[in-house]
Each structure stands twice: as C-alpha cells, then as structure tokens.
C-alpha cells in the first residue's frame, strides 16, 4: 500500500514541478550573521509553498518559493558538527569537491575552479548557504516577488553571486531545439502523479522518512532527542523499534542537485550539418537519434522515421519501451541521452530485473533553460550565456543523480557499448583537445550498416553547481529556531 505522504510538512517543489509557472529566480544567500538569518528563516517559513494545495484558491499556488541549504549553509545556521556528520557523505563534501567532480567528468572547461557559483575557488565569504527558488505565471509576477524577497533580507544576509533566471513553459523549447522535461517518474502517493504503465515509484527515493525502492528507509540526518524538548522533529528510525534518544532531521525534506550548464547552440548546429552534409532532414534524424526524441518530444521508439508532434504531447509522449520493440537500438541508439538516463526495461538481464534495477536511479527534474535563444540559422556563437538551470531531488545523490551522470552518461561500455559518451552531457571534445585523446563517438545502429558519430564536441559545459538539503517545514522551524546547540 501507498504510504500517506505529509503534504504539508513536503515543500511543494518536491512534488511537483509547477507547470502553471514556468518563469522562475534563484537566488543564492550568504549569511554573515547567524542571528539575522535564522530570524529571516522564520519570518520565510509562512511563506514556503508545500505540497498540501488543498486550500489553494484555485487548486494551485498562485506563486511558489521553496528553500534550501548547503551544508556550509546549515553550519552557518548554528547546526552542530555532530549532526552535521549524520548527513551524506557527498552533501557534506559538496560536488565542487575533487572526488565528486571526478566522478560527474567535471574536468578541464567544466572544472568546478573555473566554475561561477559554487566552484571550489570561491572565497569563504561568498560561499552559499541557501538557495531560494521563486516561481511565478509571469516574467512581471516574478519581477515583483523577487523585488518583495530581496526587500526581506536583512542586514547579515546578502546575495553571493548573481541571480540566475529561467523559463519553463510548455511551448519553449530547450536550446537545442527539444521539448525538454516529457518524462518524469510517477511517485507513490503523491497528489500529483499519475500511474505510468511500469506503476509507481516509491516516495522514500524522493523524500526521507519513507520507504525506497529497497524496501527501507533512506539514510536521514539525525540528532539526539535532548536537542528537540519540544518534540518538533519525527521519532529516528521511522518505525519502532525507535531510539528514544534520537529524532529525525531529514523527515519530509530531500536533497536538490543544481549544475548551471551552458549549451554552446552553435556547436550543435555545426555539427548536425557537417555531419549530414548540409541536409537539413539527415540533420533534424542526426538530433534525434542523439537526444532518443525528436525535437517535438515524440521518442524515437514510436516515430522511427519522422517527427510526430501528436506523439510528444500527452501520455503516449512516455508510453514506451526498449527491450521489446527495440533491444538493438535500431530505433533509439543505446547511447542516445534519453536512453542512457533511464534506460526503462532494457538495461539487464530480464524485464522484470531491468525495471527494478532502474527504478533505484531515478531523479525529479525540476529545472529550466535559460538565456535567448540563439537566432535561427546562425551557426556562429553570439557569445551570450544560454543553457539549462539542470534541478534535480533524490534521497540518495550518490545513489540517483551522480550515478546517472557516472555510471551511465559518462561510462565508455555503457550497455554493451564500446567507447562512446553520452553526446549531450558526456566527456566529449573540448575546443582545442587533440583528436588522438578520443575519438569521443556515438554508435547509430541502422541498416545495412551502422553510423559512428566521431569527435563529438563538449556542447555542454559545467559553469557552476552545488548540493543542497530541502528540509520539511517542521525541520526549517527547528532550524530556525533550536538549531543551535553546544555552543
Ligand atoms: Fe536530459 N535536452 O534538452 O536536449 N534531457 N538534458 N539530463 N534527461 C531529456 O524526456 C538535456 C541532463 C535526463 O525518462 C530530454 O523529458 C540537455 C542531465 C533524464 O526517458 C531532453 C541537458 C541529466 C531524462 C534532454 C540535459 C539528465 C532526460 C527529453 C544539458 C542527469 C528523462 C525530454 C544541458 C544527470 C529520460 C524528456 C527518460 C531527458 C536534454 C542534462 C537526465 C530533450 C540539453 C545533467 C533522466
């Protein structure tokens, strides 16, 4: 059975990725001064839209803010170190940290020292402790809630690096020229999912307190019983026998992953037509078996042969799998990106053992593209920045997002491949590496024979990054109001 999800103890942006408003800030907090911000954080707890809409006017939240923090972010609010330590490993270190980096392909342009927010070259006092995420219907409605927080923060408090700003809506395309954000996973129990045909994914591999995909629950911060009298924290472990000395933290919170990736939409361009020859129709197929959808969503596994617009809409936009129509890649390329990041039924073994394994690496994409466009048919950079605020929650980042990033995106063998990448965001060329360090490819299996994708560039790079903890409300109450201990 479905666990009761606590709708009004999950920030809303956990289960849903608000649709109805796409135009969304994020503003990046330093805290000077430990008083000020936990007095900001409490008079901000009103404010955090949750997931519970029941009382919405309309069903829906006419704006949303959501908050979270690094761990710097929670030292600077007064957690102490032993708790601290109860958090996961790669939160605490941070994904500029080398070993992380290492892992995600962080490497040469998209190293986090050259990174702008978040990279292990800042300064310790524009270092982030929080992140603050506003949406909004309008770029005007944004305006003035943005204008409305930054009037809130008081003395002590201040932004670290410059906002960043994106649109979602469902008409943009991304800056390759692909609906992005068509395939999410359904959660158990919350409001907002419906049921795909492979069913639901349990909630405990969003949000802590509940049961994962391994039937337990997930690792959670904690801290000793004594440091809450007042009871504001859930009982750790979350089912009996409990330890009466300990409660839990992480409760309805989860981890959000954010990476600022520029996309050089130029690059891509070019390539697509050296590749194809100048012809335009090969260019748009070349896209299209790189992403696994065509640029109006519709998967390749349904639409082999050309775009289907009225197969990217809807639920049919998600109704599909690999190993039965497909377990060659004909259709979809293995080592299309869509296919490398979840590879649905056909990663191992049988079915069945497929959709469990994967079903242990999935992630909420909550992000956004932003930038201008860059002009149709211009082939040459403008310089300007563009590219896509990737967000993503999970329980466990080492388990979900940086697996997929390292283990699938990244891996050379990847489904019995044999030194390819992922063409959007694996390690491919960058400007000015030699050819004899790749070949940096991508297999297109087809009749009568196969197409090797050779010196695929880097089209897309790191510019910043950083993980942060997305508490429960009553966990940004404690916060902000008995966080401070032993000092
Ligand atoms: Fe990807 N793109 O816009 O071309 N991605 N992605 N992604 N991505 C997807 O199915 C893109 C990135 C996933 O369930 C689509 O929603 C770009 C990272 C996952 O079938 C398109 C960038 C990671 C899926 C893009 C980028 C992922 C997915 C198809 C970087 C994780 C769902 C639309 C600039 C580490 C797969 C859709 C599924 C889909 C694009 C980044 C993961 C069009 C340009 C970093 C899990």
New binding site residues.
Partial sequence: MAAHLETADIQGIILSGYGHLPHSTYLFLHFDDRAAARAWLRELIPRVTTSDWSREPNGKPERALNVAFTCPGLEALGLDAETVRTFSQEFREGMADPSRARRLGDIRGSAPDLWEIGGSKTAPEEQIHALLILQDRTPEALETHRTEERGRLPAGLREAVPAETGCQEKSTR???G????????AVEGSPNTRSTQHGCIPAGEFILGYRNAYEVFPPTPYLPASADPAGCLAPYPPEPPEAADRRDLGKNGSYLVF?K?H?DAAAWRRYLQEQSGGNEAEAARLGAKM???WPS?A?LVLAPEEDRPELGEGPRS?DFTYAGPDPDGTLCPIGA???R??P?DALVGSVEESLRTVSRH??L?RGAPYGEPLPAGSLEDDGQPR??L?V?INADIRRQ?EF??QTW?NNPRFGGLYNDSDP??GINQERGQPDDEGPWRMTIPQTPVRRRLEGLPR??QVKGGGYYFMPGIAALRFLAERGEMGE
């Fill in positions: 991304e800056h390759f692909f609906r992005d954000g068509i395939s999410q996973p990476r990736l996309q992403v696994g959808r969503g998967p998600n990106h869509i296919r990041t979840q649905r999935r992630i994409r590219g896509i990737f993503c997002f997929i990033q995106a959007l965001i089209f897309v």
